[in-house]
Antibody
């Protein structure tokens, strides 16, 4: 059974870099059919798609975060990572990783996020 | 970015009630619309993709409909385990965006 687990510091100092890793178990991250995704959720901003990565290294980033964001994959460890630089209190949120799947409906492929990790709270504070 | 507007933001209902949640994107998204359920302290869980395609294992009391700029999630008869928050998401164009959520509470 596929499981995703986020890990990383729960507290980050303003202006520093937030670094998280998502470990994938129960399946290979090198499956060509999937992208691997980071999202976050905060009371003020709701759910926000941060970006995604394919094991080939191809990435897609949210333009609102792109200048501060790096998402990478480590196939040897079967995990992928998020680095968000120059953080502020506005980056305080629960961060989730998820698998992007394709669902075929009437010959058309649609994307969805399944499963998700349990989430990890990251607080930006001095 | 496409703005996703859900209504209502919350509703109170009883077990057995029929519940309807609406999601309206700020521009047409064809049927590139997903619905998720989230329970307190847990991650969202994919219920419906492509506006109306039920994911494996999701009870048939859940259904989705719509296209373009008007979508609906319906729970035909509310079960105790259905009290949760529901989100819509568009995957028509990046960045993917979510509705603000609809909280279904016990009446």
């Amino acid at each position: 059974q596929l499981q995703l687990q986020e890990s990383g510091p729960g507290l980050v100092t303003p202006s520093e870099t937030l670094s998280l890793t998502c470990t994938v178990s129960g399946a290979s991250i090198t499956n060509t059919n999937y992208f691997w995704v980071w999202l976050r959720q905060s009371p003020g901003e709701g759910l926000e798609w941060i970006g995604s990565v394919h094991y080939s290294g191809s990435t897609h980033y949210n333009p609102s975060l792109k200048s501060r964001l790096t998402i990478s994959v480590d196939t040897s460890k079967n995990d992928f990572s998020l680095n968000l630089s120059s953080v502020t209190a506005a980056d305080t949120a629960v961060y989730y990783c998820a698998r992007q799947v394709k669902v075929a409906v009437a010959g058309v492929y649609y994307s969805g996020l399944d499963p998700w990790g349990q989430g990890t709270l990251v607080t930006v504070s001095s | 970015d496409i703005q996703m507007t859900q209504s209502p933001s919350s509703l109170s209902a009883s077990v057995g009630d029929r519940v309807t949640i609406t999601c309206r994107p700020s521009q047409t998204i064809n049927t590139y619309l997903n619905w998720y359920q989230q329970k307190p302290g847990k991650a969202p869980h994919l219920l419906i993709s492509a506006a109306s395609s039920l994911q494996s294992g999701v009870p048939s009391r859940f259904s989705g409909s719509g296209s373009g700029t008007d979508f609906t999630l319906t729970i035909s008869s509310l079960h105790p385990e259905d009290f949760a928050t529901y989100f819509c998401q568009q995957t028509y164009i990046l960045p993917w965006t979510f509705g603000q959520g609809t909280r279904v509470e016990v009446k």
